[in-house]
């Protein structure tokens, strides 16, 4: 199905066609092809869509469109306002509808905002307004609070990776960002997943939705290729300059648990003259640029970062992510491989497994219904069979901090009843 069968306005369609094919979008994905018809029509919908999937063009282009065809207004006002949990997807997605708005007759204003940074620039940037506002909740509200902006003008409300919304904590802000809007507005709820908060805030915000869900699951995306390595957790580190170096791995996205882990690993990485940088939350927002950018040219050929700060992280051909320490959860599983392999490319996700992460990697393969073959590599056969001390956050697989928490512990003790046949 190509975009012009969309219901794009013919007056518009060869804006947006060139916009497109600038950024070698050649046909709609799936969610863009589902949802872009029925955004286009006023109607509310829910999208089941991790990132990856071509969401933010499946809300921008009908939201640029609604606005791009309302009759002008004699001042600026926000009609589209997209709500995000992290810094780095405020930015992606800002940058997203600025491109696919190029070639519109007028000029599209997009506001992007989030904390972390100084606000003033901020607050100049929406005087004389702005169409299309794209922000973390506390940051909004702290504009709010200053004046900056107000909300009720706003005709389109996105929540984008709803669930992570709420697992960052913005609940409350969410809450209060919603008070301020119109009643009467277009409503656009996109998470990877659902648990019952979500599905609650989905069915007390939309309005008979489409429901639209495209596969999220890291199994059903073949182009993923997941391999699980089995290796003492005193020997990662080594293992994984031994990857990169003989599997030739140009661009690594590695996860760790810690801020301290991901500063040691890229440490001992850089002493074994790879290119490799941290990439976590105690970073200021210009270093975790200049690590984006530097990634992005391939100058730095391995980041070392934390799922907070890695979230949102859009690289085109991020040919490989490497979980060094494991997700806390299966859903965070599903997050860091759906990093790589993007919009239809190949990619590969490398776990390494340890005697301490061992129940853990079962329950995560069984939530998801993997099967992925264990690996050893020749040298980096593991030795350990007891879990190593609990007190080093860097040899327990850093499943959660120092210790293992209560829940971690709950964990352990459910996958070590799960019989090896069934795991
Ligand atoms: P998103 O899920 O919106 O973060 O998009 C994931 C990636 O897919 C981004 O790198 C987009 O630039 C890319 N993308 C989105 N739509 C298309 C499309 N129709 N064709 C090719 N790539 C796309």
Redesign the pocket.
Known sequence: MPFSSLGFSSALLPVFARA?AE???????AI?AAAIPAILQGRDIVGS??????????FALPMLHQIALAPALATRRIRGLVLVPTRELAA?VGE?FISLARYLPQRIKVSVLFGGVSINPQMMHLRGGADIVVATPGRLIDLIEHNALTLDSVATLVLDEADRLLDLGFGEELGRLLALLPAQRQNLFFSATFPPAIEALATSLLRDPLRIEVQTAPQSAPDIVQRAIEVDASRRTQLLRHLVQSESLSRVLVFVATKHAAEIVADKLRKADIEAEPFHGELSQGKRSQVLHDFKLKIVQVVVATDVAARGI?I?QLPVVVNYDLPRSAVDYTHRIGRTG???ESGMAISFVSAATEAHWRLITKRHHLNVPRERILGFEPVETQPPNPADPLSTGGIKGKRPSKKDKLRQAAAAMVPESKA
């Open positions: 497109l950024k070698d979008y050649l046909a709609p994905t863009q869509a991790q990132t990856g999937s071509g969401k933010t063009a499946a992606q997203s859009d085109a993007r919009a239809g």
